[in-house]
T-cell receptor, first 113, second 114 residues
Framework: DGGITQSPKYLFRKEGQNVTLSCEQN?????MYWYRQDPGQGLRLIYY???????QKGDIAEGYSVSREKKESFPLTVTSAQKNPTAFYLC????????????FGSGTQLSVL | AQSVSQHNHHVILSEAASLELGCNYS??????LFWYVQYPGQHLQLLLK??????LVKGIKGFEAEFIKSKFSFNLRKPSVQWSDTAEYFC????????????FGTGTQLKVEL
């Protein structure tokens, strides 16, 4: 099956710890995105990548980092600098950066211990 | 920067009732508009989109939306809802030519009762 796989489904972070959320796609899409979803706030763009080895900050990039070394992978690291990391994180992809139909993964719920 | 407002956070309807979910955006330029839907236990998926042309667009499962430029609105409608339409609905916008940086609204949780 083609699609986007996010893991883990649930993740817990201790104070001062960095954690990495995985996002893998086998759709051969060029563009990938990370969104954060908080209750009552909708989805907010953290980072996006239009092509391999390239990525740009979204609206709320502070405290996060990403890499795009492979076309199919776009991991998101939530660093200790992110003071309010508890949220639901969604990864998405699109065929190209100008093709606006997004395909979403099932999400990762991150909580702070 | 663009922003999107969805004023109805929770909507409860009976089956066969008509649906209209409001969506307003703010942006000075030309935009692309979208509605995404998340059914319980499923991924977010595209319901319909507007890029240009006929301001009345039709999507999957009998949904439609009308772009009214003068009102900066893109309301979602369905004449007769079904129990299976229970889901969360998100309006989104991006600036034409601005890449694929979608700005989402806060979402509307729709519950359809039998």
């Amino acid at each position: 099956d083609g699609g986007i796989t996010q893991s883990p489904k649930y993740l817990f972070r201790k104070e001062g710890q960095n954690v990495t959320l995985s996002c893998e796609q086998n759709l051969n899409h060029d563009a990938m995105y990370w969104y954060r979803q908080d209750p009552g706030q909708g989805l907010r763009l953290i980072y996006y990548s239009q092509i391999v080895n390239d990525f740009q900050k979204g609206d709320i990039a502070e405290g996060y980092s990403v890499s795009r070394e492979k076309k199919e992978s776009f991991p998101l690291t939530v660093t200790s600098a992110q003071k309010n990391p508890t949220a639901f994180y969604l990864c998405a992809s699109s065929v190209t950066a100008t093709n606006e139909k997004l395909f979403f993964g099932s999400g990762t719920q991150l909580s702070v211990l | 920067a663009q922003s999107v407002s969805q004023h109805n956070h929770h909507v409860i309807l009976s089956e066969a009732a008509s649906l209209e979910l409001g969506c307003n955006y703010s942006y000075g330029g030309t935009v692309n508009l979208f509605w995404y839907v998340q059914y319980p236990g499923q991924h977010l998926q595209l319901l319909l989109k507007y890029f240009s042309g006929d301001p009345l667009v039709k999507g999957i499962k009998g949904f439609e939306a009308e772009f009214i430029k003068s009102k900066f609105s893109f309301n979602l409608r369905k004449p007769s809802v079904q129990w299976s339409d229970t889901a969360e609905y998100f309006c989104a916008v991006n600036a034409q030519g601005g890449g694929n940086k979608l700005t989402f609204g806060t979402g509307t949780q729709l519950k359809v009762e039998l």
